[in-house]
T-cell receptor, first 119, second 114 residues
Framework: DTEVTQTPKHLVMGMTNKKSLKCEQH?????MYWYKQKAKKPPELMFV???????INESVPSRFSPECPNSSLLNLHLHALQPEDSALYLC??????????????????FGPGTRLTVL | GNSVTQMEGPVTLSEEAFLTINCTYT??????LFWYVQYPGEGLQLLLK?????DKGSNKGFEATYRKETTSFHLEKGSVQVSDSAVYFC?????????????FGDGTTLTVKP
C-alpha cells in the first residue's frame, strides 16, 4: 500500500463549527505532515510529526490543532476558523531520517487533500 | 535559508512539443531534489527525484539532472501530451534532523493543446 488517504474530500464549515480532518498511511512511514495550499500557490508547511511527536509547528494559529494518535494516523482539529483559512489541506508522509544520517531525506507522499471552505 | 526558483508560467505548448521548465535552488549541503506534479483538484504526486550530484531522475518520459555546478534541476520532456497539462513544482529536501522540511518553488502551470 503506497497511498496516503484523506477524509473528507470536501468540507464546508461555519466560523463557529468544530471539525476534524483525517489522514492515514500504511507505508510504515514515521514522519507525517500537514500542509495548507491556496489556489495557484505552493504548499505551505504547517506541522510535522516525527515518531508521533510534534517536531515542527510553523507558527500556525491555535485554531488549528494537530494530533497523531498512532504512527498511521494524523488528525487536524479545526475550531473557530476564518474565511481566509479556506484552502486545500494536504497530508503527507515520509520515511523518517534520524539525526546523523549521511543520506538526504526521502521524498514525501501526498494525499489527495481536503478542500475546506469556511463560510 | 533554502530557496527554489522556478521558471515563471504559465507555459502553453502544442502536443508533441519539447518541454523545459527551469528550476534553480539555493541550499546548504547536499539536498535531494524533486519534481512534483499536481493535476486539477488533486494532491501532489512525485514525478521524479535525484539525491546526489549528476543523478538523473526520470519517469513517464520526463527527465531532470541534478547539476551541482549550476545549482539546477531543469525538467524536460521530449514530446508532451494533452494529459501532461498540470502544475509542476520543483522542491528540495535538506538532509539531517528528524524529518526534513521541503522547500517548494512557486509552481509552473503547463497547458498542452491538441
Amino acid at each position: 500500500d503506497t497511498e496516503v488517504t484523506q477524509t473528507p474530500k470536501h468540507l464546508v464549515m461555519g466560523m463557529t463549527n468544530k471539525k476534524s480532518l483525517k489522514c492515514e498511511q500504511h507505508m510504515g512511514h514515521r514522519a507525517m505532515y500537514w500542509y495548507k495550499q491556496k489556489a495557484k500557490k505552493p504548499p505551505e508547511l504547517m506541522f510535522v510529526y516525527s515518531y508521533e511527536k510534534l517536531s515542527i509547528n510553523e507558527s500556525v494559529p491555535s485554531r488549528f490543532s494537530p494530533e497523531c494518535p498512532n504512527s498511521s494516523l494524523l488528525n487536524l482539529h479545526l475550531h473557530a476558523l476564518q474565511p481566509e483559512d479556506s484552502a486545500l489541506y494536504l497530508c503527507a508522509s515520509s520515511q523518517d531520517r534520524s539525526s546523523g544520517s549521511s543520506r538526504a531525506g526521502d521524498e514525501q507522499f501526498f494525499g489527495p487533500g481536503t478542500r475546506l471552505t469556511v463560510l | 535559508g533554502n530557496s527554489v526558483t522556478q521558471m515563471e508560467g504559465p507555459v502553453t505548448l502544442s502536443e508533441e512539443a519539447f518541454l523545459t521548465i527551469n528550476c534553480t535552488y539555493t541550499a546548504t549541503g547536499y539536498p535531494s531534489l524533486f519534481w512534483y506534479v499536481q493535476y486539477p483538484g488533486e494532491g501532489l504526486q512525485l514525478l521524479l527525484k535525484a539525491t546526489k550530484a549528476d543523478d538523473k531522475g526520470s519517469n513517464k518520459g520526463f527527465e531532470a539532472t541534478y547539476r551541482k555546478e549550476t545549482t539546477s534541476f531543469h525538467l524536460e520532456k521530449g514530446s508532451v501530451q494533452v494529459s501532461d497539462s498540470a502544475v509542476y513544482f520543483c522542491a528540495l529536501l535538506s538532509k539531517g534532523g528528524n524529518a526534513g522540511k521541503s522547500t517548494f518553488g512557486d509552481g509552473t502551470t503547463l497547458t498542452v493543446k491538441p
